[in-house]
């Protein structure tokens, strides 16, 4: 109700809509800080300030044509949000509306409003690591094995973590599950990540790959 501008009391709640109804058990909060923080620096980096379907779709790496005109391709939270579903970066995008890191204004341009996405009097607060994000998904109520992890729409790689080298030059990878905590991390082959969410590994290769120097090259003397 709060996204949508209206006041709720709760002592005047009777628990009969779906939210109440629907068992407790089956829902809990998920900790998405660093998803969230990546939307925050997106949003502050988009301009003009652009709808919340826009800021998806560049959150998740759309290769639209508006996207590729105005160069948000070239953002470094492009795609940043690629491994969640779109529904559930939906529902995290509003959420943080609801919580006000972020503001989705209206602008009234003629007979129509147009809707646009700029940080809100919190964002700050998130990207200084003093807060974190929640959001209310579906309880998983069976341990995540790996098939699971890169094939079922409820586990999502938020990020990865690290990167070892096993027995025989095989390279795993420590992943962060969306909504479990670090001490659930698990390490996972290379090729079955490569294979089902190559952008993922990508991103942590392109964030961890070390910046050298280039050697001057010695003028070569004309004989």
């Given amino acids: ?3 949508f501008g209206e006041s709720f009391n709760p002592d005047d709640c009777q628990k009969m809509c779906d939210n109440c109804a629907r ?22 980096d ?7 379907k826009y800021v998806i779709d560049v959150f998740r790496g759309s290769n639209s044509r508006k ?16 491994s969640m579903r779109i529904e559930d970066a939906t529902k995290m995008a509003i959420t943080m ?4 890191y972020l503001l989705d204004e209206f602008e009234s341009r003629g007979q129509f409003c147009v809707s646009k996405v700029k940080l809100g009097p919190f964002a ?3 990207l200084s690591n003093g ?7 579906p309880r998983i109520t069976e341990a995540p094995k790996i098939s699971q992890h890169l094939s079922d729409e409820l586990y999502l790689i938020e ?14 990878y420590l992943v962060k599950w969306l909504g479990y905590p670090h001490n659930e991390n698990t390490w996972e082959r290379e090729d079955k990540l490569v294979k089902e969410c190559p952008e993922v590994v990508n991103e942590f290769e392109s964030r961890t790959k070390p910046i050298t120097n280039k050697k001057s090259r010695k003028k070569q003397k004309i004989t």
């Fill in 124 to 126: 700050n607060q998130l």
């Fill in 1 to 3: 109700m709060k996204y």
């Fill in 159 to 172: 990020y990865i973590v690290g990167r070892r080298i096993v027995k025989k030059g095989r390279v795993e």
């Fill in 46 to 52: 988009i301009t003009p300030s652009q709808s919340l």
């Fill in 23 to 44: 068992n407790k058990e089956c829902l809990e909060l998920l900790d998405v800080t660093f998803s969230a923080k990546k939307l925050v620096e997106l949003v502050k």
């Fill in 67 to 82: 996207v590729i005109e105005n160069n948000h391709h070239l953002l470094s939270g492009f795609a940043s949000g690629k």
């Fill in 97 to 100: 509306i609801c919580q006000q």
């Fill in 131 to 137: 807060t974190s994000a929640k959001l209310s998904i």
